[in-house]
């Protein structure tokens, strides 16, 4: 193993334990069920805050996966706490399918239907399953992955809808966020409906998911990457394009999902191209994304120059992970060389040593935002975890 692989590996091995520690002894909600809705930047409880279906399927996700990873019990009662919740809560036994949000107490106050949303169910039932051998969660996550094909997927212009009402009726806002341009077609819901499929298709073999996941792939790589090797972020429904932003954290994320689902349904062809692909996007992202001080900035917007350079905890972790791969393609140094920079920046600037966890960002200059949360709708421990886990495999 090369020296600066396993240095990445101890530290991260490392600070996956750091992590299941703080989201096991601050995320629980002892008065409510289930767990907190929010914690400030300094960790304090923030009371009555709603519950996002986001933060609560990536919980469940991150422990099932740790468990599967480190092969143990210790979490199994958060696993299993997490899924009782997600069920009792969560789940719309009228209409099929996730609510966005809950009030403290566990009733529907956001009840919209986010494709985004289902596709994280259906990653962290996959995850549960595996853990636990329980066939409830399989059942459900085949259910949610037949919803979204019976009413999100387009069946003429390819691709998914971005969102709908809790019947599965049109709506007429269908942002993920306020961040969010107002379009059918979006990248971020894409890639991880394709993460999602990946992961269920390693416990349904199903040919109908198998050709899903291979569309989803062609997608990204004709509709979604453009000819600077950036992924374009929001279509109109027959794919018009309607931005131009370019997401750094969500290009170096891409590069290496595309991979493993390329992987997981065994298409040498698509292996190869997706590998090819994922080290042009790792030199754009390296060039254009990434910091003198080893921080990755949030995005840039090429049609008037403006660059966020605001370093937000998940796009470090999705590129220690995204810049790996490359290094594994390439066999070349200098992804090493960049991926030791970004942890070094994560161990100073990113990780609290006070209270645990990641803050949730800084600003170019590497000075802290406080009136970010530590845990909230957005704030989960998945996208650190998982860079833990894949690191470490």
Known sequence: M??????????????????????????????????????DHYNNLIPNASKGIILNSRILWSFSAAS???KTDSYKILCVRSYNYLKTYFNDKNSGGV???????GNPINTR????????????????????????????????YELVEKYAKDYIFKGYIEAFNIDWSPIADMR????????????????????????????????????????????????FL???????????????????????????ET????????????????????????????DVFIENGVDIDGGVMNDYEPKNGRLDGDKHWWPQAEALVGLRYAYNITKDEKYLIISTKILNFIQTKIIDKTNGEWFWRVNKEGKLYTSDYKIGMWKAPYHTSRACIVLNK
Do not use: C
Not at 7 to 29: G, P
């Open 2 to 39: 090369h020296k600066l692989v396993e240095e990445v590996s101890v530290s991260l091995a490392k600070e996956l334990q750091n992590i299941l520690k703080y989201w096991s002894t601050n995320s629980i909600d002892e008065v409510n069920g289930g767990f907190v809705g929010e914690r």
């Open 68 to 70: 599967n990873h480190l």
């Open 99 to 105: 609510f966005w949000e809950l009030d403290a107490e």
């Open 176 to 223: 993920l966020s306020d961040k969010d341009e107002n379009e059918a077609k979006t990248m971020n819901t894409h890639l991880h409906v394709l993460e999602a499929y990946t992961n269920l298709y390693k416990v349904y073999k199903n040919e109908s998911l198998k050709n899903n996941l291979e569309d989803l792939i062609n997608l990204f790589l004709t509709k």
């Open 255 to 282: 590069a290496w999902l595309l991979i493993e689902a390329a992987k997981v349904i065994e298409d040498e062809k698509l292996i190869i191209e997706t590998e090819r692909v994922a080290v042009l996007i790792a």
């Open 113 to 144: 239907k986010q494709v985004y949303a289902q596709a994280f169910m259906i990653y962290a039932l996959s995850e549960y399953y595996m853990f636990s051998k329980n066939k409830e969660p399989l059942i459900w996550a085949i259910e949610l």
């Open 226 to 252: 453009n000819s600077n090797n950036n992924l374009n972020l929001f279509f109109d429904e027959q794919w018009n394009l309607k931005s131009s932003v370019i997401s750094f954290g969500h290009d170096i």
